[in-house]
Each structure stands twice: as C-alpha cells, then as structure tokens.
C-alpha cells in the first residue's frame, strides 16, 4: 500500500531511487500533456480531453490526478506521495484534424490495456503529432466544391446551380484556409472568404450561369459553417464544462458573424 | 426518385465534409451514412408537414444515436460520426435570409427569420442532449461497461 501510485508497469520497483521515480512521474505527465494537446489542437471536445488525460495516467499507475482543460490551455497535476506535481500547457492553435483525435484515442485504449510503455507511447504520440492531413489540399478544396452543390439540391435548388455552388464553395474554402496562414487574425479569413465566394456566386448568376442566386450563395457559405463548434459547445456544456462550452459558443457565434458580415456587404454592393 | 436524390446527396455531403476535417479514410462510409440517416429523418418529417423544430430535433436525435452506437462498434470518438451529419440541419437557409433582411432594412422580417433560425439551433442542441440521455440511460445500461 505505501507504493501506492507509481508501481504501474515496473517490476520490483524498490530498489529505484527517488530521483528515477520523480522522473518516470514527469515522464508520465508528459505523454498525458501530449495527449492532451494533440487532441485539444485537433478538436476533441474537452471532456474528452480531461478523460483521456486521466485514462493515460492511470494506466501507469497515477491513481489520482486532475486536469483541467479549456480551449486555451490545459493544467495537469498529479497526487502520489511524493508533492503533488502540476503542469501547464498552453494551446495557441486549434484546426480540425479528427484522424488525429482517433489516433489518440486508439493510443488511449492500448496504453489502458498495457500494451505500451511510457518511452514508447510517447515516440507514438510525437509521430501522430507530426502527421501531416491525409487528404491534400486540392482534395479538400475539390471535398468543399462537392458539399456547396449537393447542398444546392439538398435545399430543393434546381440541377443548373449546382455548377456556380460548386464554384463559388471551392473558392470561399479555398481562401478561409489560405488567408488564415497569411492573416493569424481570427475570424478574417471567413469574412473575407464569404465576401469573396458571395461575388464570385454573383457574378457566375450574372453571367447566365444559375437560376436562383440566394440557393447558389446558400451552398456557397456551407462549407465556412463552424460545425465541430457548434456540436463541441452543446457536448461540452452538457458534460458540465461550462467554460469551454460558452467559449467554443462565443467562437462559433462570431464565425457565423464573421460569414454573415462578409456576405451582408455582398448584398449591399450588388 | 426524390428520395433517391436525397440520399444519394446527403450522403456525398456528409462524407464530403468528412474529407474536410480529415476522417480516418476508412470511417468515410460510416460518416455518411450517418449524416444520409439524420437527412433523410428530417425529409421524410419536413414532407409530412411536420413543422422545422421536431422534424430538426428528431434529425439530431438520430444523428447523434447512431454516432454514439458506431463509436462503441468502432472504437472511436464520436465526433466524428456526428460532426458532418449536423451540418446539413444549421439553419444556413434561414440565417441567409434574415441577413439579407437586414441588409435590405427590413427589420420585422430579419427578426423573425432571426429567431426562427436561432430556434433551429436550439433544436440541434436538444436532439444531441435527448440522445445522449437516452443512450447514458438504455443503452450502456445493457452494453458490458468499460470504455
């Protein structure tokens, strides 16, 4: 009993020193920050986030930790005999990678079952960490193209503005993720992204392509929709993190602005 | 052959937005099936003249059930099922329309336009609550537990 919290994964620990023990914890610590960000950075929702965290930590004989996590950074510490250990973990960028949140997760569920050590579960997470999007950025783009024209039909839109949609989507996805590299400024590069898919559609209607033009900007701004956002808020404040839930709510209400903005100077121009 | 169209552009839609937020290769298919089941829910309800709000409510329910059931066969986050079923349920139409309402200094309108789609919203939301209560409360129950 007096091992209690850091027996996991060791054999006769006894003869370690304090100092390999105090290391080995910090070592702990760091796969379960790294976990943490990757997945927060990706666009895990927060609960899972915090569950995965303690999960790892557990697993390696961590039997009491807390973290607490919000869009913006993570705390982590660790109770075992020794002072309790905390971490801070600051998240600057978040994008949408859901591969590398189930990657994570299926690190996750083979460290719960014990299939890898500390060092090993690490070199793991540092290779996902650097994983580059499986689809490339033309495919993203051609993907964007796709969702604006079955939106068109989905919205009952006849066949002939499928082809602006198309058009006009692929330009707005194409700028809300190139000027966002350009412009670290948030929200712009949706503003400017609606702006321009909303004159692109205009002008596409205006030379005899399509037949209803609101249909054609409709399909237009749907691939700019926040909608990892908007379904993150409603999980997160349902798991009672309250925090995050009105942050990532706060973030998706001024996106959706941001795009309405864009487009309401559209409409006044034309 | 409505129906048919329907399908087939639910499920290319959502599986489109899989591709945009990078799902697994292999969990495309799924995804789409996904976000096809909650479309289809939603347009067999709207086609019955059932109003916005319970045909949006019972999409999101069944989005997010179906979501919840994949991520336990499947072992993964279910976020990633649900996230590009949603989509197509987010008021774009309406909000469109109340902004360019305002924009044409149209206010009684934009309003109503305004609060018919913030309605929707609310409606997303409580679907993917009434799922996850309803899941938490039958079907773990009988499911072995651990994660």
């Known amino acids: 009993m007096e091992r209690n919290g850091y027996n996991g994964g060791i054999d006769n620990d006894w003869g370690d020193s304090v100092d390999a023990l105090l290391e080995r914890q910090y070592d702990i610590m760091d796969v379960s920050l790294l976990a943490g960000k990757i997945m927060l950075e990706s666009g895990a929702e927060t609960y899972r986030v915090e569950d995965t965290m303690m999960r790892i930590a557990l697993s390696y004989g961590i039997e009491e930790s807390h973290s607490f996590v919000t869009p913006t950074g993570i705390m982590f510490s660790i109770e075992t005999k020794e002072p309790t250990k905390t971490k801070l973990m600051r998240i600057s960028s978040r994008t949408t990678d859901l591969y590398k949140v189930s990657a994570v997760n299926a690190v996750s569920r083979r460290i719960s079952a014990g299939e890898l050590t500390v060092s090993e579960a690490y070199k793991e997470l540092k290779s996902i960490q650097k994983a580059p999007m499986f689809f490339s950025f033309l495919i993203q783009v051609a993907a964007a193209a796709s969702t604006s024209g079955c939106f068109v039909i989905l919205l009952k839109g006849s066949w002939d503005n499928v082809l602006p949609a198309m058009l006009a989507g692929a330009l707005a996805y194409f700028l809300v993720l190139k000027v966002a ?42 691939p700019l929709v926040p909608g990892l956002l908007i379904t993150n808020a409603v999980r997160d404040l349902m798991a009672g993190h309250f925090l995050s839930g009105l942050a990532k709510g706060a973030e998706a209400l001024l996106t959706s602005l941001a795009i309405g903005t864009g487009i309401a100077v559209v409409m006044t121009l034309i | 052959m409505t129906i048919l169209t329907n399908m ?5 839609a959502a599986a489109s937005f899989g591709i945009m937020f990078n799902v697994p290769k292999d969990l495309l298919i799924k995804c789409g099936t996904v976000g096809m089941a909650g479309w289809m829910m939603y347009y067999f309800l709207s086609e019955n003249n059932v109003d916005p709000l319970p045909s949006t409510v019972a999409a999101a329910f069944t989005i997010a059930l179906i979501g919840h059931v994949y991520a336990r066969v499947y072992k993964t986050p279910v976020i990633i099922f649900t996230i590009a079923g949603i989509i197509p349920l987010v008021p774009g139409g309406t909000a469109y329309r109340a902004m360019r309402s305002f924009v044409q200094n149209d206010y009684n309108t934009a309003i109503n336009l305004a609060a018919k789609a913030f309605m929707i919203s609310g409606s997303i939301a409580l679907g993917l609550i009434l799922s996850d209560v309803f899941y938490q409360l039958i079907l773990r129950r009988k499911a072995p537990a651990g994660k």
């Open chain 1, 181 to 222: 590299e350009i412009v670290p400024t948030m929200f712009f590069s949706e503003f400017i992204a609606a702006l321009a898919g909303g004159t692109a559609a205009y002008f596409l209607f205006q030379m005899g392509l399509g037949s209803d033009l609101d249909r054609i900007i409709v399909g237009t701004l749907i």
């Open chain 2, 8 to 12: 087939l552009f639910s499920f290319l």
